[in-house]
């Protein structure tokens, strides 16, 4: 960007709110930046958002957004405007009655989760989130801790930035806070759910309503060891089938060592030697009677599988890291970077998911093990599937093996049938080459629908949108 074009959002902005040069771009990604051509823009609220992309329309200056805490692709080299909401952090309401809090994009979950404590209130926290934003990380569908008793969308109506600067409001369109509009559960229009993990290239989600959960009256957390995966499976399956659980998932000992280190390298393998092969985590939120049922039949359901119920140090550790989000960027501390390999696939092929995944991690001479974990959805209808890579980005060579890893596993996922629902870069490629052309068309006549320009977020999700 030129210096004209700085200096006169600078006007419109704020000094503070305007910054250029490799340093203000540093934080954004992982790798070192050059001072390129990107300009970041903190707009203090969603007029000068609109100012933003107002004045970027008006003189063809490309726009991109921050959709998650390290850009990825080519966004580094790009010229244009790069835009954080991360001043938007306004929480205009929180409505205890209706169960919703009203959020722009940049309130975090630590931000909200404070708030709502003082109402005895709570957020669904993801387990794989790239982004500490609530908006951001309810947009772009993050699988969540509670999918298995619970919608997996969990925001109702939002507002988003078009590239013109003017304002996309789903559901009715309504501009007011009160009225049944704000409340609908069906996403509105059926152009509202092409925002979700669409890289922003329709417009900025940037204000919302997100669900919120109250705390009841008791909670418990359950943990049962197992040798195996198939019988951890059956358990998740069956308690998040009989709805005797708030939250449920099974992880591996690899996936649990890391999370439950609490940021520390060198007590992974500590922990790993501590844990079995597979764990099952079951917590419980209702009535205390109801809490103490729930108990009573999980019990019963983990023995008739093989399972040992776990105490101390483990269930109460992983009792404290469900009470934050789980973001893959802070699993970086183990060896340098985690990536991540995931897809939605029935309960049945688990087992087959995960082998095919270790089959094209073990293809691609990547050695280090894999952590593993399995989440249900919506009363188990599917099962989450993650498996994470750590490596070391200062080893080349294990670098370019981590890269056909995860590539070559998610391509396996595709030809299995297996649903990704968030791709993105390479991913996205291989899996909208999948499917019938006239799905990628329509994208495309709603993106040049909603951006005519096409100056926002160009290139973000496919090539040439």
Known sequence: MNGSAASELKRLLGEGNVKTGSRALSSYFREPVSDGGLTVVTPADE???ADTAHFCYENDIPIFSVRRRYQGGDLAGRKGVLVDLVKLNQIKKIDTRNLTAHVFGGVTFDQLAKELARENQRVLYPVAGTSDSVLRSYIDRDILMGSGGYRHIQYSVFHA???TGEKWVSGSQQMTDEGHADFREDQGPQFSPFFGASEDIFGIPYYGLVYTYPNREARSLLAFGFDELKPARDLVYKTSRAEWC?????ANYRYLSVLLAGGDAGKVAGLKKKLNPWTVVITMEHHKELVELW???NKEAARERGGKLLKGTVPEGLEAALQKPWIVPDRDFFKGRCDNVFAYQYFKNVPSTFALIDEKVKAAGFKEETGKIVVPTYFGGAAYCEADLYWDPADEKQAAAA?????GAFEALLDDKAFVDKPVGKVAEMLYSRTDPSYVQMIKLF???MDPKGL????????GV
């Not at 708030?246 to 099974?250: D, G, K, L, N, P």
């Not at 926002?456 to 090539?463: H, I, R, T, Y």
């Open 47 to 49: 007029w000068q958002l």
């Open 161 to 163: 930035m078009l590239g």
């Open 246 to 250: 708030f939250e449920v998932f099974a």
């Open 295 to 297: 108990e009573r039949y």
């Open 403 to 407: 890269e056909k890893a995860r590539l």
């Open 447 to 449: 993106k040049k629908t």
């Open 456 to 463: 926002l977020n160009p290139d973000q999700l496919l090539e």
